[in-house]
């Protein structure tokens, strides 16, 4: 059988080890703009804005949402409250500019119009996709780029390629992010709570930390070199404090704390108590 009945498809080729990098800024925003949508509105859609690395990586640092219409055949943005954002952001973070686009969901039939629009706005732009319900329990966050599909010479079509994403978060971070996951939350937990979760979470690390040095000592692990200096110079990073100092200092800490709390308390009441007698001066 001849080659020449043959019908050969192409793919358009990528650019090489593309990766992306997000920051949990933009997970907490897409997740607020999710929460603020028009009740007819299924999912939410806006502009990515960050930074290409010099490796090649796309540092995600920024995001606003774009109202649109969408419906089964077509997607209609507002491209003039897109254009008015971005030339805000830029005027407040020049360095930012466009790098791809979000959706909350997963990739469906219009991704590829508004992928179109935003290939006109930066070149290989990125996909984003945020889970919001949380329906797994964990967060699903993954990002695309668009890899063309032809025959010969004409384009047929485009196919999103799942990209590696890198989410960092610090401590305090990840604490508001789990909070997010939970489908209901009775309360956001308070100074008090978020610091208990921390020392919970940083009593279980040092556990498994002392667990594992034991393990290497009595020969039942096989020693690393790289955790062992990490951890000799996190112990060397400590500062040596008595008991007594370490004591005094969490005590003055806390009483500043109480004492900010305080002040702040009685500056409510007072402008509660001022607004009240500035309503009942113009009633009367």
Same mark, same amino acid.
């Given at each position: ?104 969901? +997963?990739? !469906?039939?219009?991704?590829?119009? &508004?992928?179109? #629009?935003? =290939? ?7 996909? /984003? ?89 009595? +020969?039942? !692990?096989?020693?690393?070199?790289? &955790?062992?200096? #990490?951890? =000799? ?7 040596? /404090? ?43």
């Amino acid at each position: 059988m001849g080659s020449s009945g043959q019908t050969v498809l192409q793919y358009v080729p990528s650019p090489a080890s593309v990766s992306a990098k997000v920051h949990p800024l933009v997970i907490f925003n897409i997740c607020d703009c999710y929460v603020r949508r028009p009740d007819q509105a299924e999912r939410v859609i806006g502009t990515l804005l960050g930074s290409v690395l010099p490796d090649g990586t796309v540092d995600i640092r920024n995001s606003y949402a774009v109202p649109h219409n969408e419906s089964s055949d077509q997607v209609a943005l507002d491209i003039d409250y897109h254009q008015n954002m971005l030339s805000s952001q830029q005027k407040v973070n020049p360095k930012e500019v466009i790098v791809g686009w979000f959706s909350t969901g +997963g990739v !469906t039939g219009g991704s590829a119009l &508004i992928h179109e #629009f935003y =290939s006109r706005e930066v070149n290989n732009p990125i996909h /984003l996709t945020v889970d919001t319900e949380f329906r797994t329990g964990n967060a699903s966050i993954k990002a695309f780029i668009s890899v063309g599909l032809s025959i010969g010479d004409q384009q047929l079509a485009a196919q999103f390629q799942e990209i590696p994403l890198d989410l960092r978060m610090v401590e305090a971070e990840k604490i508001g992010f789990d909070v997010l996951k939970p489908t209901t939350v009775d309360k956001i937990p308070n100074d008090l709570e978020g610091m208990e979760a921390s020392m919970e979470r940083l009593l279980a690390l040092i556990d498994d930390v002392s667990k594992y040095v034991d393990d290497v000592v009595e +020969g039942r !692990t096989t020693p690393d070199n790289k &955790i062992g200096r #990490f951890i =000799s110079d996190t112990i060397a990073s400590l500062p040596k /404090l008595s008991p007594h100092a370490f004591d005094k200092l969490v005590n003055d800490s806390l009483q500043d704390q109480l004492l900010l709390l305080y002040l702040s308390s009685i500056t409510r009441t007072q402008l509660s108590l001022a607004e009240k007698l500035n309503t009942a001066a113009q009633i009367l």
